[in-house]
């Protein structure tokens, strides 16, 4: 190409850019919108600023964090779009006198970092467009099948993911309030929508129902409750679903170390903490799993101290975190509210709107360490639609043993990092170039393209 022909081009593009620019409908809308406000024009409601003050003892003995990472790889040259999909979940716990033998030592050693990078792994591979699995049967049942016989796995417990499930969705944790029947949204086969999956009528070899449909009577698996399903076809694949299973397992694998630890002690639990990469909540189709989150927390916290917090590390609540963080002192905390957010976070209406009020079983917060670090938090609360309506202090339990452990958890491997999530998210990451070249050879060497 000459230098004339190169300057025409980019002539003719500056011309495109302006039937843009000097379009009125353009130039209207533009001027109906609103940008985020200035950091001089936000007012932080006094209310619901808190000075976090600390003692020296802290019940907390030990950190949980559970991460997942996922590639998309495709598997065969001629047909890019055959595409799978690897996962690898890890979680890692820490002890915090590993931690502060650590801050005592004027060096570390190879076996005391050793002692923090010890990490239980869990793999998941998913037919993501154009592949199935090898039994006669189309994409969505061997999405839904892989997805299930993942859940056939134990993990870190002593029984399978399944049964923990089946815990969870019937509240067999509360002997004197357990569920008799779940509601399934629709058949995953027929459609037919209200689905009553009863607990005593399930099949516990493979932990599934037949629908009731008479001319359906296809089966109906327990995991089918997170709804994943309704996002996978034939033709579009499970593209629309990664993401969000990614999540949920995560905060399953949460709910499976609990159930375990119930079982190995009473009050045992009282001295774990649970750290997940993220908010507390569920997203997409599986949104639905927060009532039964929220349903365990709430009764186990009757003679219990569940320790869990969320750590936000990108998006617009920590984008205004960072705006506004000199508004902040050391070691105070600032509980965001219905108003704040929809007021300088995100579009909405602060008097109507009532966030996350289908997903969250948590409420959210902006902390500033007593070293200046900011961080975008969550931790459950009784009702997270009061909480967001008139947040207080004492919604949130065991805060100041969860932030002073957040306080000693602090790492520099990205900004405003805790150790756990950034120790997780090395160990299994999937996304690197050579990790992900790698993969991309195993799946076409083992599949025979």
Request: charged fraction near 25%; hydrophobic fraction near 35%; glycine fraction near 4%.
């Amino acid at each position: 190409m000459t230098k004339n022909s190169g300057e025409k081009f980019q002539r003719s593009g500056n011309i495109a850019h302006s039937f843009i620019i000097n379009n009125e409908e353009v130039q209207k809308y533009l001027k109906n919108c609103i940008i985020p406000f200035k950091v001089e024009d936000i007012n932080l409601n006094k209310n619901l600023l808190h000075d976090i003050e600390f003692t020296t003892e802290n019940s907390i003995e030990n950190i949980v964090t559970t991460d997942g990472e996922k590639t998309v790889i495709p598997v065969k040259k001629s047909f890019p779009s055959s595409l799978i999909t690897f996962f690898q979940f890890g979680s890692l716990l820490i002890k915090r006198a590993d931690l502060d033998d650590m801050k005592q030592k004027p060096f570390v050693s190879p076996s005391d970092i050793k002692k923090i990078k010890k990490i239980d792994r869990e793999h998941l591979v998913i037919p993501t467009k154009n592949i199935s699995l090898k039994k006669g049967i189309n994409f969505k049942v061997s999405v839904r099948n892989t997805i299930h016989d993942f859940f056939k796995k134990k993990h870190t417990g002593t029984t399978s993911m399944l049964e923990t499930l089946f815990w969870f969705i019937f509240r067999l944790y509360d002997v004197s309030n357990t569920k008799d029947s779940y509601k399934l949204s629709s058949c995953p086969h027929c459609g037919t929508r209200k689905i009553k999956l009863k607990r005593d009528e399930i099949d516990f070899s493979n932990y599934s129902w037949k629908c009731t449909h008479k001319k359906c009577n296809r089966e109906i698996l327990l995991t089918d409750v997170f709804r994943l399903f309704e996002q996978v076809s034939n033709e579009k694949g499970s593209e629309g679903i990664l993401s969000y299973t990614k999540s949920l397992i995560e905060s399953f694998l949460h709910v499976h170390t609990i159930k375990r630890i119930l079982e190995i002690e009473e009050g045992m639990i009282n001295r774990f903490l649970f750290v997940r990469d993220g908010p507390l909540s569920f997203g997409g189709e599986t949104a639905n799993m927060y009532k039964p989150m929220q349903a365990m927390i709430n009764f186990l916290s009757k003679s219990n101290r569940i320790n869990m917090v969320g750590v936000e590390k990108t998006g617009a609540f920590v984008d205004h975190a960072k705006q506004i963080k000199d508004k902040l002192e050391p070691g105070q905390l600032f509980l965001l509210s219905n108003e704040h957010i929809y007021t300088y976070i995100l579009p909405g209406n602060p008097t109507k709107d009532n966030y996350a009020s289908t997903s969250y079983y948590s409420g959210k917060m902006i902390y500033k360490s007593p070293d200046k670090r900011v961080y975008v938090l969550t931790v459950p609360v009784e009702n997270h639609k009061n909480y967001y309506i008139t947040p207080e202090l004492t919604d949130l339990k065991n805060i100041h043993e969860i932030l002073q452990c957040i306080n000693s958890l602090k790492c520099d491997i990205y900004e405003n990092a805790i150790m756990p999530v950034a120790i997780a998210n090395k160990l299994i990451s999937l996304t690197n170039h050579p990790s992900s070249n790698i993969l991309e050879q195993f799946a076409k060497k083992t599949m025979g393209k």
